[in-house]
């Protein structure tokens, strides 16, 4: 079976190629993601594969049902949403939609995706259990997509025993894949901090509040947050990445905004660290003789990898590709809505390798210049088929 799926990942890899293509020319936004939905719908009715559409917009869910007696019930997800960038790329199918791209590899995961539903749809007879095809809107943008549509019933009739998903990492070569069990991936909080108080000439501060200064007080006091509350064997990062107190060099504004991202990997500690971060900006104002107010927007829960999981995939992923190509990743501080699955269903959120050094694709995400090795989807349809195939059938 690992040779026929090998076998038929060459053969419809240049029409996956041309799907992604398609997909990558015409980005959508998060929760704006219509004719993208139409288009993977469009594929799904062509290799006729059921499927339901509608889940939080634009998700759909496709069902392939094995030939052989079998409970088992594997999801595979893929997002497809695009960023707010404008593609920087000298390829002939770089965005048509102005301001927007995908640049965090999302055309990539979509088509993988169909690539391996029409793998296993050619080998249904030989699968034993169901395979779930979670096509996820709006990853990028929070609340973001996968909530929804589990609240929106999309495991009401199936319950997965466990889900998959592959994300490009245009840091590992072409040809490879990357595994973490257990904490992956953080969770991330927006913070926005808004201190207020007199402004006025910078020349009379004894007749203002200086609410610059003040500002300044209150980023640094909630340095505390993590390297004085924080248990240092839970990872979390507090950091601030935008100040805006629109004075002159001769007035302080009567108010300063300062927004910034906390994350970490324990929903315990994330809860007492916002209720912290309320309490110190707030005193530290009104210590100083102003007032900050706090909101905090929540955003994913940290996504974590179930180990038996995790171990199983990769050696199915080294069975197919080779021990030489398997990557042991690291946890990382970025988040990804996955997380939502991973809190309820047995998970592994695994990476998939799309640089060529040679080639110079070496962009990071979220870059306008990102760019992906199309062989890649050929290693990521045929990974992601032998793996669901292997967790039905092993």
Known sequence: MKSDIKKLAKEYFKDIVEIRRTIHANPE?????????????????????????????????????????GTKIIALRA??????????????????NSGVMHACGHDVHTSSLLGTARILNQIKD??????????????????????????????????????????????????????????????????????????????MPHLID????????????????VSRNGNAAIPSVLSFGKIIGNGANNIIPEEVRIDGTFRTMNEEWRARAKQLIIRIATNVAE???ATCEVVIKDGYPFLVNDTQVTKTARSFAADMLGEQNIVDMDIRMTAEDFAY??????????RLGTGNMKKG??????????????????????????????????
């Not at 997002?79 to 048509?96: G, H, N, R, W, Y």
């Not at 070569?173 to 069990?181: A, I, L």
């Open 341 to 350: 699955f991973s809190q309820e269903y047995p998970s592994c959120f695994y």
């Open 210 to 225: 200086d609410t610059v200064l003040i500002a300044s007080h209150i980023i640094v006091a909630l340095q505390q947050v």
């Open 126 to 203: 030989q699968l034993s259990g169901t395979v779930l095809l979670v096509f996820q809107p709006a990853e990028e943008l929070i609340p973001g997509g996968a909530k929804p549509m589990m609240d929106a019933g999309v495991f009401s009739k199936y319950r997965p025993d466990l889900i998959l998903g592959q994300h490009v990492m245009p840091s590992m070569e072409v040809g490879t894949v990357g595994f973490k069990d257990g904490m992956y991936m953080a969770s991330s909080d927006e913070i926005y901090l808004t201190v207020k108080g007199r402004g006025g000439h910078a020349a």
């Open 29 to 69: 936004l998060s929760f704006q993601e219509e004719h993208t939905s139409k288009y993977i719908q469009e594929k799904l009715r062509e290799w006729d594969i059921p499927f339901e559409a509608g889940y939080a917009g634009n998700g759909i869910l496709g069902v392939i049902n094995g030939g052989k007696q």
């Open 361 to 394: 694709i070496i962009a990071p995400l979220h870059s306008p210049m990102f760019n992906v090795d199309e062989n890649a989807i050929e290693t990521g349809m045929s990974t992601m088929a032998w793996m669901a195939y292997s967790f039905l059938t092993k």
């Open 287 to 289: 210590s100083m003789g």
């Open 79 to 96: 997002d497809m949403d695009a960023l707010p960038l404008t593609e920087q790329t000298a390829v002939p199918f770089k965005s048509k």
